[in-house]
T-cell receptor
């Protein structure tokens, strides 16, 4: 089955700097890669997703890149703000079964 | 449009009991997936239902089961509860368009189950 590895597990970034979270997946058939943000005690919220026919996608301060050959994808957050502090999960799927990474706890230092 | 809702939000049970959790998807969404979230194992896929049929299943024992009704609402059941079943149970719904797109899953707030 699919296996997703996510790094780093924790990340502290100065406010205004950029943050990068990386994930690798094992099943080359996976074709959908969402990123979720989960604040303490809340539900995971989709922040951006990318499909395998696209190499990069951007939404304001958030961007995701996908390298199908290497089977890895990354989340980039620029100009970080205190409200970006949360746990971020990457995931990979072929059908409706999402396989999640282990999460990255991002802390923005004011 | 209302989001995914789950009931109950909190539940305390004892070992050996059974529990039923409910999930109402976003209007128009026909696929409902269930996930278990624990600090140790993270987010793990339980199963997915579409048009009242289980299409995908994760690696959980048979004590975990589910069903979906004609209005797309879904329930999951855990029988013979164990201490290790304590977790946040999340459901997510998606549209699933005929083109194969629409895979985006939107999560409910979860049901926090504590097994004593």
């Amino acid at each position: 089955g699919e296996n997703v590895e996510q790094h780093p597990s924790t990340l502290s970034v100065q406010e205004g700097d950029s943050a990068v979270i990386k994930c690798t997946y094992s099943d080359s058939a996976s074709n959908y890669f969402p990123w979720y943000k989960q604040e303490l005690g809340k539900r995971p919220q989709l922040i951006i997703d990318i499909r395998s026919n696209v190499g990069e996608k951007k939404d304001q301060r958030i961007a995701v890149t996908l390298n199908k050959t290497a089977k890895h994808f990354s989340l980039h957050i620029t100009e970080t703000q205190p409200e970006d502090s949360a746990v971020y999960f990457c995931a990979a799927s072929l059908y409706e079964k999402l396989t999640f990474g282990t999460g990255t706890r991002l802390t923005i230092i004011p | 449009k209302a989001g995914v809702t789950q009931t109950p939000r909190y539940l305390i049970k004892t070992r050996g009991q059974q529990v039923t959790l409910s999930c109402s998807p976003i209007s128009g969404h026909r696929s409902v997936s269930w996930y278990q979230q624990t600090p140790g194992q993270g987010l793990q896929f339980l199963f997915e239902y579409f048009s009242e049929t289980q299409r995908n299943k994760g690696n959980f024992p048979g004590r975990f089961s589910g069903r979906q009704f004609s209005n797309s609402r879904s329930e999951m059941n855990v029988s013979t509860l164990e201490l290790g079943d304590s977790a946040l149970y999340l459901c997510a719904s998606s549209r699933v368009l005929p083109t194969g797109d629409g895979k985006t899953q939107y999560f409910g707030p979860g049901t926090r189950l504590l097994v004593l």
